[in-house]
């Protein structure tokens, strides 16, 4: 079991990012420690995608302060955040189906010898990396385009630890898979974790993140609307927050079977 850090890793305070006359993230509050799974959620236009791509370097914040490890940072490109420790996988996956596994793991951080490519240690390391991982796919050798998406999205997700992060944000990772790959990138989820690793996981479905999930963040309209235990919090609370109704469908639904009860 991994201990949660004393101080996060990374912290977002006061966070703020327009784009012209649209305010897109508002005094936004975000803490994430090691070892933990923290879901980022909320409605279409809530801002959870503005607010990963602040972290990532892909927006630069307007207002507010980025803390790692305790310490003030500026993250205004992507290579920023890579090099404090930040690998984003984004909902798109960017891979590359022509190529195999072990050429994906490491494209653009591939190992050479004496200025030639070393295929043998890269398969090595991929080996090595997946079996930790316990990521089941028939071989590092065949090409992308022959695996299913469940096995796509855990190449994507290893491949972002080839840098050794500390930090990994996943976007939506199981929004077009079935049952069984759903259940294969939720295992993957907690065995990041149980590495140490802090995860922002981004997604509309409730059923992974009551799996998955320590604690929620729900964004509304580009603030923050509360930061829930999952352990100790009702999934209706949860949608309550997200849709900014404490009388809602869900909600009137709830209490009609308290009434019923009594």
Known sequence: MIHVSATPVLALRGV??????????TDVELEIHTGEV??????????????VKTIAGVHPIDEGIIEWEGAPVSINRPHDAQALGIATVYQDLALCDNLDVVQNLFLGREIRRFGVLDEVEMEKRA????????????????????LSGGQR?????????????????????????GVEQTAQVLDLV???????????????????????????????????????????TSQETIISAITGATDNAVTRRQARTVETAS
Do not use: C, Y
């Not at 923290?38 to 607010?51: E, H, I, P, Q």
């Not at 080996?127 to 022959?146: H, K």
């Not at 630890?161 to 077009?176: F, N, S, Y």
């Open 190 to 232: 907690e065995r990041l974790r149980d590495r140490g690793l802090g995860v922002i996981l981004i997604s509309h479905n409730m059923a992974d993140v009551k799996a998955v999930a320590d604690r929620v963040a729900v964004l509304r309209l580009g603030s923050n609307n509360g930061v829930f235990s999952v352990r100790d």
């Open 38 to 51: 923290v879901a980022l959620v909320g409605d279409n236009g809530a801002g959870k995608s503005t607010l």
């Open 153 to 177: 999205q855990t190449v994507a997700i290893a491949r972002s630890l080839v840098g050794e992060p500390k930090v990994v944000i996943l976007d939506e990772p199981t929004a077009a898979l």
């Open 127 to 146: 080996l090595t990396l997946l079996d930790t991982l316990s990521i089941r796919i028939p071989s590092v050798r065949i090409p992308i385009a022959s």
């Open 16 to 25: 703020s990012k327009r784009f012209g006359a649209v305010q897109a993230l």
